[in-house]
C-alpha cells in the first residue's frame, strides 16, 4: 500500500492522559504535515517536518503538544495530559518537496477526551 | 481568522444536473487553490487544483474557476452523480514557506438519484 496511514484509527482517553499517534507517509515522500480538524470545522494546520527537521509550528500547537520524525520517516504527535478541547480528528499528510501543492492525508486518528 | 470560506455548508442537487460550489478568501498572498473531498472516516482526497495564473482548470466533469479580483472560486461539477456525495473543501497555500493548506469549512454535497 502506497498511502499515508495512521495509528490508531480512533483513541479514546481520559482527561489528563497522555496519548501518542503515528503516521507512516508515502514512501520518499520528504515533507510530513500534522493538522487537527474539529467538528464542523475544515482541517487546520499543526506542524510540519521536511525529513527529520520541525520546521514549522501553529500557534495552535500548544506546550501540551510534541511531534517527532526521527528518522525521515514515520512520525508522531504526543499530546500531554489531554483536555477535552483536544478532542478532534488528527490527520497526517505528505508531500515531496517541489510538489507541495500535492498534499496526500491519511484517513486520520480520532480522539476522544471524556 | 478564517482566510478561506465557504458559506454554503449543503448543497443538494438532481442527479445529472451542474454543482457548484463557492469558496472567498482573504488574503491576497495565497496564490495555488484547491479542492479536496472527503468522505466519513476517511481523510480528504485531492480533487483539482489552480494556479493563481490561471482562472480555469478542467478535468473531466470538475472545473475550477478562478476570480482573483473578487478573491472567489468555485467548483462545478457535471453532471453530478451520486457517488459525488461527500464534504468538498476549498484550501489555498502561498508556495513560500511550510506551503501548509488552509481550509475552508467544507459543503457537503448531497447528489439526490
Known amino acids: 500500500d502506497t498511502g499515508v496511514s495512521q495509528d490508531p484509527r480512533h483513541k479514546i482517553t481520559k482527561r489528563g492522559q497522555n496519548v501518542t499517534f503515528r503516521c507512516d507517509p508515502i514512501s520518499e515522500h520528504n515533507r510530513l504535515y500534522w493538522y487537527r480538524q474539529t467538528l464542523g470545522q475544515g482541517p487546520e494546520f499543526l506542524t510540519y517536518f521536511q525529513n527529520e527537521a520541525q520546521l514549522e509550528k501553529s500557534r495552535l500547537l500548544s506546550d501540551r503538544f510534541s511531534a517527532e520524525r526521527p528518522k525521515g520517516s514515520f512520525s508522531t504527535l504526543e499530546i500531554q495530559r489531554t483536555e477535552q478541547g483536544d478532542s478532534a480528528m488528527y490527520l497526517c499528510?505528505?508531500?515531496?518537496?517541489?510538489?507541495?501543492?500535492?498534499?496526500?492525508f491519511g484517513p486520520g486518528t480520532r480522539l476522544t477526551v471524556l | 481568522d478564517q482566510q478561506v470560506k465557504q458559506n454554503s455548508p449543503s448543497l443538494s442537487v438532481q442527479e445529472g444536473r451542474i454543482s457548484i460550489l463557492n469558496c472567498d478568501y482573504t488574503?491576497?498572498?495565497?496564490?495555488?487553490f484547491l479542492w479536496y473531498k472527503k468522505y466519513p472516516a476517511e481523510g480528504p482526497t485531492f480533487l483539482i487544483s489552480i494556479s493563481s495564473i490561471k482562472d480555469k482548470n478542467e478535468d473531466g466533469r470538475f472545473t475550477v474557476f478562478l476570480n482573483k479580483s473578487a478573491k472567489h472560486l468555485s467548483l462545478h461539477i457535471v453532471p453530478s452523480q451520486p457517488g459525488d456525495s461527500a464534504v468538498y473543501f476549498c484550501a489555498a497555500q502561498t508556495q513560500t514557506g511550510a506551503n501548509n493548506l488552509f481550509f475552508g469549512t467544507g459543503t457537503r454535497l448531497t447528489v439526490i438519484p
Open positions: 488574503n491576497s498572498m495565497f496564490d495555488y
Open positions: 499528510a505528505s508531500s515531496f518537496r517541489g510538489r507541495d501543492n500535492e498534499q496526500f
